[in-house]
């Protein structure tokens, strides 16, 4: 199935999300009653909602996005020309920039989006929040009612899970085990909130993520049996 997918038809991508206020004590008492009931069971009894709230960007409901990244392999080049690029700023531009690029340059059916966990995470979250700010929905993330089996995307954590569906592989230990250059060699997920809302580094923050996007394309390289990209074959714009 892989091999009959053209490489080019493929939009790679990644986000990274932060609380949507930098500490517990900043949102209302309503929103503060809300995060409790929501984390309850995940917080189990040691943990009150405060201390809990550092994970806050995990929910789109308590989370934001701020920064959005993509990769496509360019036909107008050689073939393994890669480029990539990233949307920052307010959330509401980078949710907008994002889909007039699926509308203008990927909105066809044989188009797909791919990411890691993406199914269960990037995808839907982005589609939550576009719809919390009062946005169309791309055709490519209309996915009401649809279960993460359902989406017409690729998921690589659900191509490595080869039927398995009790089965988490980070993107990190997934590209260690495929021989794939470790995109983790600065920040990792857990610091995010804390370089963006402390050292206010969202240079840093797109870079990590370009390099997500990267990884996730390497490793659908080598899903497909095909050499991997070099860096010259790499354009960050």
Not at 61 to 81: A, L, Q, R
Not at 171 to 188: A, E, F, H, N, Q
Request: proline share 4%; hydrophobic share 40%; aromatic share 10%.
């Amino acid at each position: 199935m892989l091999q009959r997918l053209s490489i080019h038809n493929i939009l790679f991508l990644d986000i990274e999300t932060v609380p949507q206020q930098e500490d517990f004590k900043d949102l209302d008492k309503i929103d503060q009653e809300l995060f409790a009931q929501k984390t309850q069971y995940q917080r189990r009894d040691d943990k009150t909602p405060e201390e809990f709230y550092d994970r806050a960007g995990i929910w789109a409901e308590f989370g934001k996005i701020i920064c959005i990244s993509v990769g496509y392999f360019s036909e107008k080049t050689s073939n393994s020309s890669f480029r990539v690029r990233s949307f920052t700023g307010e959330e509401r531009d980078i949710l907008m920039d994002f889909s007039a690029l699926l509308e203008e340059h990927f909105s066809r059916r044989d188009h797909l989006l791919c990411a890691h966990n993406g199914k269960e995470f990037d995808f839907p979250y982005i589609a939550r929040r576009l719809v919390i700010h009062g946005l169309p929905l791309p055709v490519k993330l209309n996915l009401f009612g649809k279960k993460p089996w359902e989406i017409p995307h690729l998921d690589t954590m659900e191509l490595w899970k080869f039927g398995d569906y009790k089965h988490f592989t980070s993107i990190k230990l997934l590209t260690r085990v495929l021989g794939v250059p470790s995109p983790k060699d600065d920040i990792d997920g857990s610091q995010v909130r804390d370089v963006f809302y402390k050292e206010n580094d969202i240079s840093r923050i797109a870079t990590y993520c370009e390099k997500d996007v990267i990884a996730v394309a390497q490793v659908l390289l080598r899903m497909r049996n095909e050499p991997l990209l070099k860096d010259s074959d790499i354009v960050i714009k």
